[in-house]
């Protein structure tokens, strides 16, 4: 019986590795800095490098399989990375062969977003729940959507891009090209970019004082609204209800049970799913909408790890 998987998050600036049990608990965790400058070949010399340190640390047979959590785009039906965006290099790169012929052990690749959405069903707020909808917050906008207990990724593994759910069609651009999408609302580039913007008016006196001199990001964003300064809570209210309509368009497409709100941006709280709530209220259907939760996230950082080895776990998953 399948007691142990091992577990890789390729996200930020570490790789980070760990055996992860049946029950969610996590153990023989290590990282090592990305070094992404050294391109996909000497990363993935050092991916199989932490995933046998971790195995064999764990006393893991060659049978373990290994779940990997991409921060980027990718076909995991046939393990290939389309690129990533925070790592040179990567375009059309077989990781999955690279790194199976190489470990000979099963490789599981998903994107970071889909591994989280997999991770809170499994060991966090969804667990129990068949249908939900997970979105990451953080440097952008990432998630995944899990409906009759199966993620859905597509014949491409391209579905689940939350993020990129148009919110207005004035909107905005967003770095993927398009305008009016989430993440040019509520990603954490984006509230940065709105609070700079405010910060040279009058109405931006607090802002300046919290970033004293330094650039503004969304913690300080929300350090300053949890002060009460009005500036910032219009901000987060104008990211908020961004997100409410893209999670009311969603409620409406998949009816889900639950919607999980996680990432940097989502530990804002309830500055942000407050005015969330109000615009899925303007953006869904009542019966829809009553019949679901609106939560956040249980798992914090490991929750594309813990996604990973989801998907690991679960062999009826998309898989390289």
């Known amino acids: 019986m399948l007691d142990r998987v091992v577990a890789i998050d390729l996200g930020g600036t570490n790789l980070r590795a760990a055996v992860v049990a049946t029950d969610g608990a996590i153990s023989h965790h290590h990282s090592i800095p990305t070094d992404s400058e050294q391109g996909p070949e000497k990363i993935v010399g050092r991916l199989v490098g932490l995933i046998d340190e971790v195995a064999t640390a764990a006393g893991l047979g060659p049978d373990a399989p290994t779940g990997v959590a991409v921060p980027g785009p990718l076909d995991p039906h046939r393990g290939i990375v389309y690129f990533m965006p925070n790592l040179k290099g990567w375009r059309d790169f077989p990781l999955g062969d690279a790194l199976r012929s190489r470990t000979a052990r099963p490789i599981r690749l998903g994107n970071d977003g889909n591994c989280a959405a997999l991770g809170e069903a499994r060991f966090g707020a969804g667990v129990g729940v068949d249908d939900l909808i997970y979105f990451a917050l ?127 941006v989502g530990t804002i709280g309830e500055a942000l799913l407050a005015p969330a709530r109000r615009g899925l209220a303007d953006h869904s259907f009542p019966t829809a909408r009553a019949r679901m939760d609106l939560v956040s996230s249980v798992l914090g950082d490991d929750t594309a790890l813990l996604g990973a080895a989801a998907l690991a776990f679960d062999r009826a998953s998309p898989r390289s």
Do not use: K
């Open 138 to 264: 953080g440097t952008g906008v990432g998630g995944g959507i899990i409906s009759g207990g199966r993620l859905i990724d597509g014949p491409h593994g391209l579905s689940g891009e939350v993020g990129h759910v148009v919110v207005a069609l004035d909107g905005p651009r967003c770095h993927c090209g398009s305008i009016g999408c989430l993440e040019a609302y509520v990603a954490g580039w984006a509230i940065s970019r709105d609070a700079e913007l405010v910060a040279t008016t009058t109405d931006g006196e607090r802002l300046r004082l919290v970033a004293a001199g330094d650039p503004l990001n969304a913690t300080l964003v929300a350090a300053a609204a949890a002060a009460g300064d009005p500036a910032a809570l219009a901000i987060l209210e104008r990211a908020g209800r961004a997100l409410g309509a893209a999670i009311g368009a969603l409620v409406n497409l998949f009816n889900p049970a639950l919607v999980v709100v996680g990432g940097g």
